[in-house]
């Protein structure tokens, strides 16, 4: 709801989306809302990365914009806007990750996936300080009673591929935003 309405923000402000961008968002918000609604999480297999990914995108393309709110002396300056862009967009990814830790945590959900991992290296296995022990071949494990095909991470490398994947995203929106600026001023120019 709070998505959708954004563009209309920025336009109280003087500044317009273009159409493409404006669907891109809400197809997102969209998309979003119908991987819960109609469990396309579990029933598309990378679901949840291909909206991190996009994810990165929307809230780069946000980010961008905020130094111009505050300031309108940033507006030509893209390198602040593109470090900006790619902070936010990361922040807004943890904050979101935060939501599904305490979602999973004190709801009893699974938003953070969990994952079977077949070997583990850890200072804790190793036979003295600093040496990393290792396990290999993790086959079975068993928590109270119930065998597992492996160690449970309980959501970590999910997290973090989700990190990973929305950082990917708004570095390539930054990256085609900074050449496709860059492309429009060497036209004006000419």
Request: a neutral charge.
């Amino acid at each position: 709801c709070f998505g959708a309405a954004l563009p209309y923000v920025f336009e109280v402000y003087g500044y317009r989306l273009s159409n493409a961008l404006f669907v891109f968002g809400l197809s997102y918000l969209l998309a979003s809302m119908s991987g819960r609604i109609y469990k396309l999480y579990y029933r598309i297999e990378h679901w949840d990365k291909m909206l991190h990914l996009c994810g990165g995108v929307v809230f780069a393309l946000l980010g961008s914009y905020i130094p111009v709110l505050l300031n309108e002396k940033y507006r030509s300056d893209r390198l602040l806007r593109i470090l900006f862009a790619i902070a936010f967009s990361i922040a807004v990814s943890a904050l979101w990750e935060f939501y599904e830790f305490g979602m999973d945590r004190w709801f009893g959900m699974d938003m953070q996936r969990d994952t079977i991992v077949t070997s583990l290296h850890s200072y804790d296995l190793g036979g003295a300080a600093g040496v990393i022990g290792s396990i290999e071949s993790i086959n079975s494990v068993t928590v109270n009673g119930q065998a597992l095909e492996g160690y449970l991470d309980i959501g970590l490398i999910d997290t973090m591929k989700d990190l990973l994947v929305n950082f990917v995203g708004a570095v390539v929106f930054s990256v085609a935003g900074y050449f496709y600026a860059r492309s429009k001023g060497k036209k004006r120019a000419a």
